[in-house]
């Protein structure tokens, strides 16, 4: 890591995180009215957001800060590859491959194992064994609700509590194990070729994650791993709908297991990337 990496990262490990989560989710959720206006408006320009795709274009039509940062599409606005994995999100790669026995590649020098990202769960991390990931940058531009690569069964969803360091790359290259430390969310599913895992990795700022079938996740932030089983409820999203959304941008970690699973030749790291285009196929 260079040395400008190590002087950007180094304010991380000594600001008060947990603290600036909740003071930004408790604004991002409050309804401002002329000021909720003013902080859009001026978000659009610092970040450049295209609200052209926007089903609701219109800055003031928003109550809050996180309606507009969940906001919908127009329809028609990312068509859906014909076949294969589609990608969940937009946003820009990150990294992505193959899974070295339990170990997945985050930054040069740095990695972190399989049952660490899933909350210490062997039998689940087992599945995952020499197979595939993917990780995927979502930035504060970026529209921030997440979809289903493939079709899917839920089976089980795991909160768990960690860190809140920022996921932007220079952090990905300055922090050790950065996406098994932060606190994240675990969403267990089968799918055709088998078990996979789809993570919402939480952040600075970040005040919430949800899912489609739960609704906002944390908070509550209770500091120990919470985890619900859904083995006795038909829960089944169809490739490309919805499954969550963050409020505030993150990362997204995938795991899929060992077999022939082929990406994306065009992808390479740091490409921004948008939904529903081609991630992978299964041959």
Known sequence: MSLSDRLAVLPQYLLPKQAL??????????????FTTWAIRRF???????MAEAAQPDPAAYATF?????????????????????????????????????????????????LALVGGDAALAAHFQDGHF???????????????????????MI??????????PVTARGVPGLFARNERVVCVFD???????????????VGSM????????????PGSVREWRYDDQNIRLERGAEMGRFLLGSTVVML????????????????????????????
Request: hydrophobic share 40%.
């Open 134 to 156: 993917a990780t995927l940058y979502l930035s504060p531009r970026d529209y921030h609700r997440i979809h289903m690569p493939c079709a899917g069964r839920l089976r089980r």
């Open 210 to 221: 949800a899912t489609v079938w739960h609704g906002v996740v944390n908070p509550p932030r």
């Open 66 to 114: 996180n309606d507009f940062f969940t906001r919908a599409l127009r329809d028609g606005a990312r068509p859906q590859a014909a076949q294969g994995l589609l990608c969940p999100v937009d946003g820009a790669i990150s990294q992505f491959g193959a899974v070295k026995g339990d170990q997945v590649f985050q930054a040069k020098g740095h990695g972190y194992s399989t």
């Open 256 to 283: 899929f297991p060992e077999g022939p699973l082929r990406f994306n030749p065009a992808w390479s790291p740091a490409q921004p990337i948008r939904m529903g285009e081609p991630m992978a196929e299964l041959a």
């Open 21 to 34: 989560t909740q003071w930004a989710g408790a604004f991002a959720g409050s309804q401002g009215g002329a």
């Open 44 to 50: 659009i320009a610092r970040y450049g957001v295209d």
């Open 159 to 168: 909160h768990v509590p960690g860190e809140l360091f920022s996921v932007n």
């Open 191 to 205: 799918a055709e070729f088998g078990p996979f895992v789809l993570v919402l990795v939480g952040a600075t700022i």
